[in-house]
């Protein structure tokens, strides 16, 4: 099993910068994809970022792009989501996952693709 725990979010103004972490234990995962996905009220979960553990190229979505950078650090296993230009749109619970399928070629984007998730950190942009 692998744990998850995500922490960072806040309410902050349009514009404004939030960095999400989610810290991440359990068994060996070195090999994971680790994403972050997001869920804003009557939507579905969206992907935002990915990166690996094992380094190569990130993911990004669309709409996050220029905007938000995904990081790890290997030494503390924290996954961090940084998050400038808020927008209200960016309004949503955001989740960290696991993804154990293996690609340095691709990331998988879609939330049911991912096996461990953690409980969701709120970010609530205001204009």
């Known amino acids: 099993q692998v744990q998850l725990v995500e922490s960072g979010g806040g309410l902050v103004q349009a514009g404004g910068s939030l960095r999400l972490s989610c810290a991440a234990s359990g068994r060996t995962f070195s090999s994971y994809a680790m994403g972050w996905f997001r869920q804003a009220p009557g939507k579905e979960r969206e992907f935002v970022a990915a990166?690996?553990?094992?380094?190569?190229?990130?993911a990004y979505a669309d709409s996050v792009k220029g905007r938000f950078t995904i990081s790890r650090d290997n030494a503390r296993n924290t996954v961090y989501l940084q998050m400038n230009s808020l927008k209200p749109e960016d309004t949503a619970n955001y989740y960290c996952a696991a993804d154990r399928y293996y690609s340095d070629t691709y990331y998988r984007t879609h939330w049911f693709q991912y096996d461990y998730w953690g409980q969701g950190t709120q970010v609530t942009v205001s204009s």
């Open positions: 990166i690996r553990w094992s380094g190569g190229d990130t």
